[in-house]
């Protein structure tokens, strides 16, 4: 079982910038990719960003040039996501997701960001 201990939420203006966090409770060994995923009301939850134990990144089309992912260089179970130029349609619950070399995978119990003015 992985725990993620996920922080960096909050209320914003559109415009604004926030950094998430998420710190995964296992070895950076066992994990094949980490990233972070969203869910508005209404909708089903949706890829943000990714990024695999080789370092390749993945966005959604959404997302592109404006968040980037990237992992602790200390820590590396370790990931955080900058928002920034962020607008009312990123308002969602932000989720932390890992998936081990085993192809298991674990869930955060999510972070709200809300873009409003």
């Known amino acids: 079982q992985v725990q993620f201990v996920e922080s960096g939420g909050g209320l914003v203006q559109p415009g604004g910038s926030l950094r998430l966090s998420c710190v995964a409770s296992?070895?950076?060994?066992?994990?094949?990719?980490m990233g972070w995923y969203r869910q508005a009301p209404g909708k089903q939850r949706e890829l943000v960003a990714r990024?695999?134990?080789?370092?390749?990144?993945?966005y959604a089309d959404s997302v592109k040039g404006r968040f980037t992912i990237s992992r602790d260089d200390n820590a590396e179970n370790t990931v955080y996501l900058r928002m920034n130029s962020l607008k009312p349609e990123d308002t969602a619950v932000y989720y932390c997701?890992?998936?081990?070399?085993?192809?298991?995978?674990?869930w955060g119990q999510g972070t709200q960001v809300t873009v409003s003015s």
């Open positions: 997701n890992a998936v081990l070399v085993n192809s298991d995978e674990f």
């Open positions: 296992t070895s950076i060994f066992s994990i094949y990719a």
């Open positions: 990024l695999d134990i080789d370092g390749t990144k993945k």
